[in-house]
């Protein structure tokens, strides 16, 4: 699915919900951090050797989709708010980091 | 574009560098964090009036856009090397969503 | 109380219990942030006419105390790990700050 | 140094810039997580051994007991702020885990 479709999703599924009024860029950046916390709670105290197993059992795949999911619901709807064409961002950042980090 | 390409181009952009091995889910999570950090700073001792009227420069909205793409770089990142379908995963969040949120 | 009697209260609290070799400093920071986000969680969505309102109740007030010190906690302990004297870093940094910062 | 000593310090330095204003919990909290994303980036791709031996350094430990002091400079002043003793909730959480976590 094209990145912008899931953000119109999105905007969808929160304005027939009548929550923009809270969707302030402070607010939603606070969420991203917010739900960023419960990403690296999923991981913290365990080695990377222990996190390598546990990614055997689909639960534990599952319930790091859906914290990472979490956040990018969040950054999608920021992007929205401050009228920035997400994608555009991307792959902008992925060419300024081509230039940056050039190939050997 | 869609965001699985995206992902293809961020690997393809992460192995041409050989960067693999420092990949690991957190030290993945740990990027994240360290760029919602930088997300949030934008906004840092920002009244939301004050935004609003930030985010008629281009340039504002420009750093907003390099900031979140760096957190969803390392997300996408991160969903590629623990074998989430991320686009499946938002989907499916957004669905989990709808359910416990009932337009009423 | 001295805030190296605090860390002195921690690590003992914390050897006792035998957990020292869960505390290498990356997972000590990486549980900072995990907490920060948590006490973020307490004014998510929240306008900061309502946190003054909310401020009132002597629970609420209890919530973000527990927050603040379970960041803390991490905080100190890291400093310990890392052999730094946590009181004087602070004493010197608002010293730095006095400097960066001069009253006009 | 007593901790609510620290405090006192750190309020007269900011009321002698006038910062107050700036000093809701909420842009306190935000700047607690801005800080904390500085204090992971010091961890940021290393892994625990290459960390041990970074910390030979004194360089490496005064870098990070700023990233903590600035952490914790924002903390106390978000305790004040809410009118929280601190020390008393930080002892009061210690009694809590003392609780959670018997010794066996």
Request: hydrophobic letters at 40%; a negative charge.
């Amino acid at each position: 699915m094209e990145l912008n479709e899931i953000t119109r999703i999105l905007i969808d599924f929160r304005d027939r919900r009548d929550w923009k009024k809270y969707h302030t860029p402070k607010n939603l950046a606070i969420s991203a951090a917010v739900e960023v916390g419960e990403l690296l709670e999923i991981f913290q105290w365990k080695s990377d050797e222990e996190i390598v197993r546990l990614l055997e059992s689909e639960e534990y795949r599952e319930r790091i989709g859906e914290e990472i999911s979490d956040v990018m619901i969040y950054l999608l709807t920021l992007a929205h708010e401050c009228r920035i064409d997400i994608e555009r961002a991307i792959l902008s950042k992925i060419e300024k980091n081509e230039r940056k980090y050039p190939v050997k």
